[in-house]
Structures are given as C-alpha cells and as structure tokens.
C-alpha cells in the first residue's frame, strides 16, 4: 500500500482543535506561495495563497502566515473536522511567472482524531 | 466540467513498453506542467509547456517527452519504461503570472 516506505512527518489533532502545520521555503527570491491539501487517491487541492508582499491572508477556517526573515510559511486550520485529514504541501513559486513551476516542500500528514 | 483531466488514472504495463498519459484543462490557461510523485509522496515538476515552447526540463531521462498539439493539451510520452518509473504522474495548468495553478487528478503509472 501507500503506506509502505511514507516518512511524511505527521501532525494528530482532535477534532474541533486548531492545527499549524508548518514549512520551511529555500528561495528568499520566492513571491508567491500556495497551501495544496492532498486526499487519498487525488491530486493536489488549492487552499490558499499568498504573495510576498503581504505577512498573513485569511480563508474560510485556513489562515496562512509568511515570515519572509526566516522564510517559513504556516498553515493555520480552525476548529479541524474529519474532512480535513490529508497530505498538506506548502509550494513557492520563484519570480518570473508560473513558467518554472511551483517547487514543493515534502508534505505533512494531517490526521483528525474523533 | 472537470478543469485539468488525465487519462488514464491507472496504468499497469512491462518494462520496456512505451506509453503515453493524456491531459487536457478547459481553463484557457497559458502554461501546463508535468508532475512526478514518488512513493514518499514527494512532489517533483518534469516539464512546463508555454506557448508551445518546452521551458524548463528538470534532469528527467530523455525517454520521457511531453507533447502539445495544441495549448489546452499536453500528453506526455515515456519510451522503454523502467521499474523506477513506477509513480504517480500529475498534469497541471496555469495562469502566466503563476495563478490559478490546477492540478489533475494523477495518473498512477505501475511498471512491472
């Protein structure tokens, strides 16, 4: 199965509670970011965004933060339901336009407990 | 109407066949890409196509080309597969400026 070989690092949480997962970005050149949610079996799902100029954008029940100092990112979920375990990646995109492609960091394993 | 579709979604032959993926996206995006997750569900781009015009190649083997008959397709073709090619394989399109980047929903390629 897919689970054979997987060292995503792992973040359990119970359901109704906030969860972080964070991500370390490599290019300090980088001006825009995106948050992917992964489910089983389908393809990288777009959460939310954001461009180098701004620190913080929110969604419905996601917030993202970007620190471009120490170039980390993070994801902020609310109130997590059973929905949103998943695989989340973190992926910037270098200047330029989107013709370099997102560059990905490795995923982080959600899982919602009942 | 699904906005990036590939096909097939599951794809099973031997070593040393060719094959090829199919993709299409109905978003009028200007840029298309090819994706490679490996088992460790590490995301990794192989192609980008704009404008008809191959941007960027990542070390990928030369067996692997990808195709654009036109600007909503991008079909990628694999020649003498080998076990190690055994992945699954992501379409994807955007806007020039990066937005909007949509991804399909894989193709998971098994070479036996």
């Known amino acids: 199965g897919e689970s054979v070989g997987l060292h995503l690092p792992t973040l359990s949480v119970q359901e109704g509670d906030n969860s972080i997962i964070n991500c370390a970005y490599s290019n300090s050149a980088s001006d825009y970011f995106i948050w992917y949610k992964q489910e089983s079996g389908k393809g990288p799902q777009f959460i939310i965004d954001?461009?180098?100029?701004?620190d913080k954008r929110q969604g419905q029940r996601v917030t993202v933060l970007l620190n471009k100092t120490v170039k980390h990112l993070s994801l902020q979920i609310a109130a997590t339901q059973p929905g949103d375990s998943a695989v989340y990646f973190c992926?910037?995109?270098?200047?330029?336009?989107?013709?370099?492609?997102?560059?990905f960091g490795k995923g982080t394993h959600l899982i919602i407990q009942p | 109407d699904t906005a990036v579709s590939q096909t097939p979604k599951y794809l099973v032959t031997q070593m040393g066949n060719d094959k090829s993926i199919k993709c299409e996206q109905n978003l009028g995006h200007d840029t298309m890409y090819w994706y490679k997750q490996d088992s460790k569900k590490f995301l990794k781009i192989m192609f980008s196509y704009n404008n008809k015009e191959l941007i960027i190649n990542e070390t990928v083997p030369n067996r692997f080309s990808p195709k654009s008959p036109d600007k909503a397709h991008l079909n990628l073709h694999i020649n003498s597969l080998e076990l190690g090619d055994s992945a699954v394989y992501f379409c994807a399109s955007s806007q020039e400026s990066g937005r909007g980047y949509t991804f399909g929903s894989g193709t998971r390629l098994t070479v036996v």
């Open positions: 954001i461009r180098s100029n701004m």
């Open positions: 992926a910037e995109n270098r200047p330029g336009g989107g013709a370099d492609g997102l560059t």
